[in-house]
């Protein structure tokens, strides 16, 4: 009886095809094995959820509603972030540009500032960066005040994010030329979509806004964000850059970590709720967590 003989190559060849041909037919499964875990999460929430969510390793991605257009709440700030760094590196703006406290610009909910006396005076880097760690309305209101709504709208624009929009101050105020518009005055703050929110992300991953340094700037700004309750939470030992927003009816997160299975990108908007619920144990804040641990195992590298 004759031997078989294969050549090392060929055995090669024919181990790499099969993984391959595994891995093609896998694939569907675990997306389907995914959504079905997303949607019965959804499923028990009063409100509407939407999300996008990427492997920016494996370029894997996940979304329920992902492009539908969502109120920012302060996740719109990522946007203002960039319009400053972006003035700066332009030499348009210094980041040792002075800004005075007054008590006409002292505003409410998130931050510190509005606690300071008369007077004060801060740089413009000072500004944006309470705006970011700890998502002070005082601080964005400053700053959007020397940016401009329309300019931080433009620059949404001209980097490829046409549904990234600012509206207006915190509180109000300073209008740009989207907020005036009447069917964008549903949205408050801002409007995004959870799609263009990860691709915001993903860019500033790849150092492609502003410059390398500036979008790791501005990356690092996010990893020291203050009371992150929702995404990720249960994940204190791992880094994430995150931004998270709140309303009353609303809670938004979006952001990366840098997990062993790879950096996930993701922009969970959750809305409509029928009960106001300002604790940590918020059923949104509650739900963007275990949603977040299921996005992880479902688009991770094995």
């Known amino acids: 009886m004759p031997k078989l003989c294969l050549k090392p190559m060929a055995v090669l060849v024919s181990l790499v095809s099969g993984i391959t041909a595994f891995a093609q037919v896998d694939q ?44 920012t709440a302060s996740t719109i700030k990522i946007a203002i972030m960039v319009e400053a760094f972006s003035r700066a590196s332009e030499e348009k703006a210094k980041w040792t540009d002075d800004l005075s406290l007054t008590k006409e610009k002292k505003v409410g909910g998130a931050g510190i500032l509005q606690e300071f006396g008369d007077g004060l005076r801060l740089t413009l880097r000072d500004a944006v960066t309470l705006m970011m760690v700890l998502s002070d309305n005082t601080a964005t209101n400053m700053v959007i005040d ?48 959870p799609h263009e929110m990860v ?21 690092d700004l996010m ?40 950096r996930i990108a993701l922009a969970i908007t959750c809305n409509e709720m029928p009960e106001v619920n300002w604790t940590v144990d918020n059923p949104a804040l509650l739900l963007m967590s275990r949603l977040s641990e299921i996005v992880i195992d479902g688009l991770g590298k094995q």
């Not at 997303?38 to 009063?46: L, M, S, T």
């Not at 939407?50 to 996940?62: E, H, I």
């Not at 020397?146 to 600012?166: C, P």
């Not at 994940?235 to 997990?259: C, E, F, M, P, W």
């Open 28 to 71: 569907p499964a675990k997306q389907s094995a995914l959504d079905q875990r997303v949607r019965a999460e959804v499923a028990q929430f009063k409100g509407k959820v939407s999300l996008f969510a990427k492997n920016l390793d494996t370029g894997a991605v996940y979304e329920l509603g992902g492009d539908e257009r969502v109120p």
């Open 146 to 193: 020397v940016l401009t709504a329309d300019a931080i709208n433009q620059r949404m624009d001209s980097l490829g994010f046409k549904e990234t929009r600012l509206m207006r101050r915190v509180f109000g105020g300073g209008e740009s030329a989207e907020g005036r518009r009447e069917e964008n005055k549903r949205f408050g703050l801002g409007r995004t979509t």
């Open 199 to 219: 691709s915001i992300m993903e860019k500033l991953e790849r150092g492609e806004v502003v410059s390398p340094a500036a979008s790791k700037e501005m990356l």
């Open 223 to 262: 990893k020291r964000e203050q009371g992150t309750n929702g995404i990720w939470r249960g994940q204190g030992r791992l880094a994430k850059a995150t931004k998270s927003g709140a309303l009353d009816a609303l809670r938004s997160n979006v952001g990366i970590i840098y997990h062993p299975r790879g």
